[in-house]
């Protein structure tokens, strides 16, 4: 069983800052590429921000010198670091996570969080 856990959203006034954090536990063999995704209401999900295993990050271009993916491979953890946050970044985040529960590649899969919600007022 392997579970997929967001924290950190919240309110904040536009211009400010939120830390969200994403924590995989259970029966992992090593997790690949972990991302950020976002849905806000009457919209289709997108991406925010992706980090491979070896570190590469890729951003929507909406988010690019604003926000910071990052991961603590130690922890299973991956954050994402909001700063000059707008109205527009309003959404519930949810935390993608490629997982292998074995050895085998036939393991690999996605795993997704229940999300959070983040608020932005203008």
């Known amino acids: 069983q392997v579970q997929v856990v967001e924290s950190g959203g919240g309110w904040v006034q536009a211009g400010g800052s939120l830390r969200l954090s994403c924590a995989a536990s259970?029966?992992?063999?090593?997790?690949?590429?972990m991302g950020w995704y976002r849905q806000a209401p009457g919209k289709q999900r997108e991406l925010v921000a992706r980090?491979?295993?070896?570190?590469?990050?890729n951003y929507a271009d909406s988010v690019k010198g604003r926000f910071t993916i990052s991961r603590d491979d130690a922890k299973n953890t991956v954050y994402l670091q909001m700063n000059s946050l707008k109205p527009e970044d309003t959404a519930v985040y949810y935390c993608?996570?490629?997982?292998?529960?074995?050895?085998?590649?036939?393991?690999?899969?996605?795993?997704w969080g229940q999300g959070t919600q983040v608020t932005v007022s203008s």
């Open positions: 980090i491979t295993g070896d570190g590469s990050t």
């Open positions: 259970g029966s992992i063999f090593n997790i690949n590429a």
């Open positions: 993608n996570a490629d997982i292998r529960t074995t050895l085998f590649s036939s393991s690999r899969r996605d795993y």
